[in-house]
């Protein structure tokens, strides 16, 4: 069976400081996505990774996928408060034309002024 | 460009009543999966349809079903409900091909008293 390992699960930085959430799974997949998710809201696209060595960089976050050591990271440059919410990975599992995501526990970031 | 829409945003049901929540994907997206969100299970996978087909499904009883129209829309349906059904039950669409990554709809909240 599939497991996602978040950590940590919650983190509380202040602004301006760096930090790194780390994503390790137990299977074989190329593909990672990371989501954000506001209290009471769905979850909004962030990035797609779809092979080896894959990074990619919005504004503050930059994710990267290594699939040989089954890890992704997300890391958080110069929080500020506005990137308070919780950040969940998903390793993809699509296989044969089936779809389907395994989700890790998320982890809750609060950034304090 | 429309996003994914869930009707209801919000439900109330007794224990023992069944629900139908409805899923409205991206225009053009093939695939639908349905996933439950509580807060000590975490993001659960339901089931995943395209063009009108199951092609995978999660671990959950069989009080959980779903179908998908010709359109794409999606239903799912459960049956019985329980107060552990108590949940944020989010779709996704899809073109089918997970390269170009998963869009979430806003969610149902189904809460069984």
């Known amino acids: 069976e599939l497991k996602v390992e978040q950590n940590p699960l919650f983190l509380s930085m202040q602004e301006g400081k760096n930090y790194t959430i780390y994503c390790n799974y137990s299977t074989t997949s190329d593909r990672l996505y990371w989501y954000r998710q506001d209290p009471g809201k769905s979850l909004e696209s962030l990035f797609v990774l779809l092979s080896n060595g894959a990074v990619k960089q919005e504004g503050r976050l930059m994710a990267s996928l290594d699939t040989k050591a089954r890890l992704s990271t997300l890391h958080i440059t110069a929080a500020v408060h506005d990137l308070s919410a919780t950040y969940f990975c998903a390793v993809d599992l699509s296989q044969g034309g089936s779809e389907k995501l395994v989700f890790g526990k998320g982890t809750k970031l609060t950034v304090n002024p | 460009k429309a996003g994914v829409t869930q009707t209801p945003r919000y439900l109330i049901k007794t224990r023992g009543q069944q629900v139908t929540l409805s899923c409205s994907p991206i225009s053009g997206h093939r695939s639908v999966s349905w996933y439950q969100q509580t807060p000590g299970q975490g993001l659960q996978f339901l089931f995943e349809y395209f063009s009108e087909t199951q092609r995978n ?13 010709s359109n794409s829309r ?3 349906n459960v049956s019985t409900l ?22 979430f709809g806003s969610g149902t909240r189904l809460t069984v008293v």
Do not use: H, I, V, W
């Open chain 2, 57 to 69: 499904k999660g671990n959950f009883p069989g009080r959980f079903s779903g179908r998908q129209f």
């Open chain 2, 74 to 76: 999606s239903e799912m």
């Open chain 2, 82 to 103: 329980e107060l552990g059904d108590s949940a944020l039950y989010l779709c996704a669409s899809s073109l089918g091909d997970s390269y170009y990554g998963y869009t």
